[in-house]
C-alpha cells in the first residue's frame, strides 16, 4: 500500500529509553514464540531471577514484565533493548520495531503519523520521515490494522459517510480552523457547524452523505453567521477539567474530587507531577501569560492528529471532534501547568514537550475509553446550537 506522510515531520531516535518506560508493552505472537526458543531468553531470566513475560488472564496477549521503577524488564541500565543487544533489531516486539509510527490504512493509502511522546517528534529533530519508508514497508504485513473503509464512517450515531465524504468534512474542518480568530475560536467553530450538519440531516431524516452530498450543505453552513455564545467555551472548559481530572487520578473517586477542586479553585493532587497544586492562583497565571509563541506548536499538534486520521474512528467523527478540541485544551492547560507547579516566570518549550507527552499519552492515546464523555459534550453543543435557534 502506498505510504503517506505529512511534510515538515522528522524523527531520529535518541536512545533516551522513553519509549520504554511506563507502558504495557504488548508482544506479537510470532515474537514471543520466536523469543520463547531462543536460548538467550532462559539464561535472562536466569540472570535477573524473574519472569520476563506477563500473560493475560482474560485474553491471553502478553507483554513484558514492568520493573517497580516502569522500565521494561529488556531495558538495562544504559537506556539499551537487551533484545536488540542479543538478538538484533527484527527479534524485538511489532510494537517496539514500529514506535514512533502510527500508521493508518484508508482507501488513499497509508496515512503514517508520529507518537508526540517521543522526545524526538516532539522536539521535530532528526530525518525526514519519509526516509524511513523501507521498513515500514517491511512491518506492514504483520500489522493487524484498524482501517478505515471505503463506506459507513460515522458522523454521529445514526449518519454515515462515504470516504469521499469523509474527506470533504475533514477538509472543511481544516478551513474552519483557518478561518477562526485563534485556534480554539477555529475548532469552537468547526465543532458548532459540524453539529449544525448534524441537526439538519436529522431534521431531514438524511442517514448518509456522500461528498456530492454534503458539497452544497457545507458551503451554505460555513456562510451562516455564528454569534458568540460563551457558553460554548464553558462547555469546553468544563469538559476539559473533567477530562483533567481522570488523567490525574487513580480512581473514580479522586476523580470527581480533583475536578472539584480545578472547577472550583481547590487543590489538585496531581498523580502526574507528584504534588498537591493549589489551584487558586493556576487561572490568573494562565491569564497573564498569553505567550504567543505557543500557537505554532499547539497547531503543529492539531493538524497532525487530524492528517493521521483522529477523526476517522472508530468512533463518529463528531465524537472525535469534540475530542479534537479536548485535546488542544489539555495541551493548553498542562503547558501552563507544567510550568506554574515550577514556580517558572512563564511557560517556554520543555513545558510544551511535557504537555505533549502527557496529551499524546494519557488522552490521544485512550479516547475511545471517554466515548460517552465526548458524546455528552457534542450533545451539549447541539442542545446549546439548538437554544440558539442555531437550526
Known sequence: MKLLFPRGYFYRCRGCGRCCRDWNIHVDEATYQALGAAPFIGRLKEGKGCDLFRVSEEDGSVSTVRRDDGRCIFLDDKALCDIHGELGYGAKPLVCRQFPFKLKPTPDGVFVGVSFYCESCQRNVGDPLESYSGGLEGILGEHRFSAVNDENILLDQCISLDWEGYRALESFVMERLDAGASLEGGLIDALSRVCLLVMECRKEGITGLSADLLAGRLERIA?????????????????????????????????????????????????????????????????????????????????????????????????????????????????????YQEGKVSPGEEDMFIAYGIVEKGFAAHTRTMVPFFRAFADGFIDQLAAAGGA
Open 223 to 339: 456562510a451562516q453567521p455564528l454569534a458568540h455564545d460563551p457558553m460554548l467555551e464553558e462547555l469546553s472548559s468544563f469538559f476539559t477539567m473533567a477530562v483533567v481530572g481522570v488523567l490525574e487520578s487513580s480512581s473514580p473517586e479522586e476523580a470527581r474530587a480533583n475536578t472539584d477542586a480545578l472547577l472550583q479553585g481547590g487543590t489538585l493532587k496531581s498523580g502526574l507531577f507528584e504534588k498537591e497544586i493549589a489551584m487558586a492562583g493556576f487561572f490568573p497565571y494562565y491569564r497573564a501569560h498569553p505567550s504567543p509563541w505557543k500557537h505554532d506548536f499547539t497547531r503543529r499538534y492539531v493538524d497532525h492528529l487530524v492528517f493521521r486520521k483522529f477523526l476517522a474512528g472508530p468512533e463518529p467523527v463528531i465524537c472525535n471532534l469534540a475530542a479534537l478540541l479536548v485535546a488542544y485544551s489539555l495541551l493548553e492547560f498542562y503547558l501552563y501547568l507544567s510550568a
